[in-house]
């Protein structure tokens, strides 16, 4: 197998907790560094900074609120500056649209103002993000969107949550076939429930809804961080170069 000798760069987005994060820490173990960034934590992003030296790579953190695509060209600056701190070519070669926050309410209830928010992080800022970026993605490079297993796994209250993460899911598929002849490899991964802070960290710290989804799940857990970051790190890998335009759902076998 033809591997690149040269030295891979990450941007994940939300790498400063949770499957994020996780995915910077696997990267850096495979000898990948990262830019990665934060919206509220600064603290939590600068530790994994520390945790990424640690492990032998390199890292930087940047501020972005993926919500608010006004930001973008400001932070495309940023990031080739840091690619310049970083030591690196001006380009990257994995991009990881990680960042997103939870919604739990009603099709019936649900206001505007909820719908333009999860519109604005889980759509909007994954295709206009990734749009500013690609100028900077290396030819050969790889993206991996995050969706949910609830675009399949059909629960009450998370229909406008779902629904944008199922259009990510279309997304992936249209980004593969047009960056196709740039050789870029885009795939879109499915977490099932994770332990993460995510939704209040009510998966990690309810302990009837951890059973619940125990009890969904056919290898009998919830999921962890690292049942998701060394997977999309391997995504990311030579090893997975032929993975393309596909939805993978890291899950246990939830709800099956
Ligand atoms: N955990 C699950 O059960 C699960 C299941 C399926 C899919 N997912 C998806 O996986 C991804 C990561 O979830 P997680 O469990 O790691 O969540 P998490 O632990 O709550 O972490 C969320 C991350 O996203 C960042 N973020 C949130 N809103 C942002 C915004 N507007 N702009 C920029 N960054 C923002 C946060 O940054 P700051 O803390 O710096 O603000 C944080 O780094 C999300 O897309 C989520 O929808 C999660």
């Given at each position: 197998?033809?591997?690149?000798?040269?030295?891979?760069?990450?941007?994940?987005?939300?790498?400063?907790?949770?499957?994020?994060?996780?995915?910077?820490?696997?990267?850096?173990?495979?000898?990948?560094?990262?830019?990665l960034?934060?919206?509220?934590?600064?603290?939590?992003?600068?530790?994994?900074?520390?945790?990424?030296?640690?492990?032998?790579?390199k890292?930087?953190?940047?501020?972005?609120?993926?919500g608010d695509?006004?930001?973008?060209?400001?932070?495309v600056?940023?990031?080739?500056?840091?690619?310049?701190?970083?030591?690196?070519?001006?380009?990257f070669?994995?991009?990881?649209?990680?960042?997103?926050?939870?919604?739990?309410?009603s099709?019936?209830?649900?206001?505007?103002?909820?719908?333009?928010?999860?519109?604005?992080?889980?759509?909007?800022?994954?295709?206009?993000?990734?749009?500013?970026?690609?100028?900077?993605?290396?030819?050969?490079?790889?993206?991996v969107?995050?969706?949910?297993?609830?675009?399949?796994?059909?629960?009450?209250?998370?229909?406008?949550?779902?629904?944008?993460?199922g259009?990510?899911?279309?997304?992936?598929?249209?980004?593969?076939?047009?960056?196709g002849?740039?050789?870029?490899?885009?795939?879109?991964?499915?977490?099932g429930?994770?332990?993460?802070?995510?939704?209040?960290?009510?998966?990690?710290d309810?302990?009837?809804?951890?059973?619940?989804?125990?009890?969904?799940?056919?290898?009998?857990?919830?999921?962890?961080?690292?049942?998701?970051?060394?997977?999309?790190?391997?995504?990311?890998?030579e090893?997975?170069?032929?993975?393309?335009?596909?939805?993978?759902?890291?899950?246990?076998?939830?709800?099956?």
């Amino acid at each position: 197998m033809t591997q690149n000798s040269e030295r891979k760069i990450a941007i994940v987005t939300g790498g400063s907790r949770g499957l994020g994060r996780n995915t910077v820490l696997n990267l850096a173990r495979r000898g990948v560094d990262s830019i990665l960034t934060y919206n509220s934590s600064r603290a939590e992003a600068e530790k994994v900074v520390a945790l990424v030296a640690e492990a032998g790579a390199k890292a930087i953190a940047l501020k972005l609120d993926t919500g608010d695509a006004h930001g973008f060209d400001p932070f495309v600056d940023a990031v080739k500056q840091a690619l310049a701190d970083l030591g690196a070519a001006e380009r990257f070669d994995y991009l990881v649209n990680n960042a997103g926050t939870s919604h739990h309410n009603s099709i019936e209830a649900t206001t505007e103002d909820e719908l333009d928010m999860l519109y604005n992080v889980h759509f909007k800022g994954v295709f206009f993000l990734t749009q500013k970026l690609l100028p900077l993605i290396n030819d050969g490079g790889r993206i991996v969107n995050l969706s949910s297993g609830l675009t399949r796994i059909i629960v009450p209250g998370s229909a406008a949550y779902g629904a944008m993460k199922g259009a990510v899911e279309v997304l992936t598929r249209y980004m593969a076939k047009e960056l196709g002849p740039r050789r870029i490899a885009v795939n879109v991964v499915a977490p099932g429930a994770i332990q993460t802070d995510f939704s209040g960290g009510m998966v990690r710290d309810n302990p009837d809804l951890n059973q619940r989804v125990a009890e969904m799940t056919a290898l009998g857990r919830a999921g962890l961080p690292d049942d998701i970051g060394p997977m999309i790190a391997s995504l990311l890998s030579e090893d997975n170069r032929w993975v393309n335009a596909q939805r993978i759902e890291v899950s246990g076998g939830m709800s099956i």
